[in-house]
């Protein structure tokens, strides 16, 4: 990709020297998938990372989730709350898992889905909540939680965007049943793909753990309706080398989020992202271009490309607005999730933008908008 192009996102990489000792202790093992010696490191650096008792690694993040799920054996056909404003492998793993989503809208101030609509759309059908911490900020886990324990609910978290993320509720993997974390390239920790399932339940990691394994349980024994979920070694081999760099990695965000926050500031009629009252990892820089802007949202996103930075609207169109999903959106108002569905603009963000890209970005912004 020529450098003059500004993607939204652009995938760290080790040198390839780097790589080579992994490689060739891939090769003399011959050990090249199946639970191998660097799968097994990656898990332990990943659960202290994450200060966790368990972490599954699997081959992406939507197989992960559906794992997670599938592994609670929940009711087949039960309902399963969860936000319209994801990426749609949120709603799709659902499906995958044999459950019925239900889409219920986001907070008026923010992109997370509302746990007051959660508590609203509880019925006697529903088994599970998934929310999603939407650009790695924080969902109102205690309020979840609360909804979950009275009514007897599982929760499974898509934290696909929130790996590193604390918040004053501690480390935000260790809430709900589990979570789920995605490692696909354009993420902040990558292994070209890959994800994982993070839980503090002993018994829920042993059920995931065979769900990624066709539900072998001995060579003769089969426990469950598994798949194939597993990570190569290869990609744990490109993981291994990221994961000593991944906070430095996430201060290079840090910088390209400061340097946006403070270059865009006096465009007044656009809304832009918030790191306080949690430690975030930048994963995604959100803007919301209200309706006061010059140009709307999808203008902007033209404009911009015509100036070779390639934002995305992230996430448009809202899941129930798919027509493959037509059949789950039971007339729902959700009118936040639509707002920001139409309003939201992703802007380039990752560790090798310099501050000659950041300006390019932040000229062709304003003068679209001033
Ligand atoms: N839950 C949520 C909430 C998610 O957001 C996702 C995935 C999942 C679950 C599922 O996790 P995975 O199964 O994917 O592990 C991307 C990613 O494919 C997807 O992982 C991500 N969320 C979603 C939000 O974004 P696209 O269609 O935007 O990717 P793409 O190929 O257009 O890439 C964006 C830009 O990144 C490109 O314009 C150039 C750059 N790029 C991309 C790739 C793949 C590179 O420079 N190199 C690359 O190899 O979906």
Redesign the pocket.
């Known amino acids: ?1 020529p450098k003059s192009e500004l ?5 760290n990489l080790p040198e390839i020297e780097e790589l080579l000792p992994l490689l060739e202790s891939i090769w003399d093992s011959s050990q090249l998938t199946n639970n191998g010696p660097l799968v097994q490191k990656l898990s332990r650096q990943l659960e202290s990372y994450f200060q966790t008792a368990h972490v599954t690694l699997c081959g ?4 992960a ?1 559906i794992c997670a799920l599938k592994s609670l054996k929940l009711p087949v056909g039960s309902e399963v709350i969860t936000t319209p404003y ?2 749609v ?2 709603a799709s ?1 659902i499906v995958w898992a044999g459950l019925k989503p239900v889409f219920v809208d986001i907070e008026e101030d923010g992109f997370n889905i509302s746990a007051s609509a959660i508590a609203a759309a509880v019925t006697e059908n529903t088994s599970a909540i998934v929310p ?1 911490h ?1 650009y790695g900020k924080p969902c109102d886990v205690q309020a979840i939680q609360d909804i979950a324990d009275h009514h007897g609910l599982s929760v499974i978290y ?1 934290a ?2 929130a790996f590193g993320v604390d918040c004053d509720c501690g480390s935000l993997l260790s809430h709900g049943d589990a979570s ?1 974390v ?6 902040v920790f990558h292994t070209f ?3 994982c399932v993070v839980t503090k339940n002993t018994e829920l990691k042993e059920q995931v753990d065979l769900a990624i394994n066709f539900g072998f349980r001995s060579e003769t024994e089969v426990d469950g309706i598994g798949i194939n979920a597993k990570m190569s070694e290869f990609n744990a081999a490109i993981g291994l080398l990221q994961i000593d760099r991944v906070d430095d990695l996430i201060a290079a965000r840090k910088k390209a989020h400061e340097h946006y926050n403070q270059a865009l500031a006096s465009v007044a009629c656009v809304t832009l992202p918030s790191d306080k009252g949690y430690r975030s990892n930048y994963s995604y820089y959100p803007v919301l271009v209200s309706k006061e802007c010059k140009l709307d949202r999808d203008a902007l996103y033209n404009e911009l490309k015509s100036f070779g930075v ?1 934002a ?1 609207r ?1 996430f448009f169109p809202l899941i129930t607005d798919f027509e493959s999903y037509k059949d789950f959106r039971k007339g729902n108002d959700l009118p936040n999730a639509q707002r920001a569905a139409e309003q939201v603009l992703c802007l380039p963000i990752h560790p090798s933008l310099d501050t000659k890209d950041l300006d390019r970005v932040c000229s062709a912004f304003t003068r679209a908008l001033l």
């Open positions: 990709m993607f939204v996102a652009r995938p992406n993040g939507t197989l989730l994801s990426f492998a949120t793993a999603v939407c898509d696909a965007h789920i995605s490692f696909h390239a354009t993420k793909e890959g994800g390639f995305r992230y």
